[in-house]
């Protein structure tokens, strides 16, 4: 059993949907980061694979702490991250999301 307080990460993939790379990196620096980080997030990476050898999974992965799963789980379950996720839909595509257990090492 893990304890109450075990850090939490955000995992998520997606990408840039044809022809929105402008507006998808102006809306990732102003408005994406900074408000996660508001909403109690502390984004830690962004990874972009210029090369893909399967064109179907997605090029970007981005990672984000919370302290425990409760404050994620309110985190996620905010309007605010709602109306920024949907934001964020307007941008890219094959997004996909997952929580886990900080271990310390590289987790996809």
Known sequence: MLPEKTPVKLI??????????????????????????????????AWFSVYAHDPAQPRIMAEAHAEDLPTMRAILNSAEWKELHERLLEYVEDYSQKVVYVNGDFQL
């Open 12 to 45: 998520m993939n997606w990408n840039i949907q044809y022809g929105k790379d402008q507006e998808y990196f102006e809306f990732v620096m102003r408005e994406w980061v900074p408000a996660t980080t508001r909403l109690g997030l502390r984004v830690l990476g």
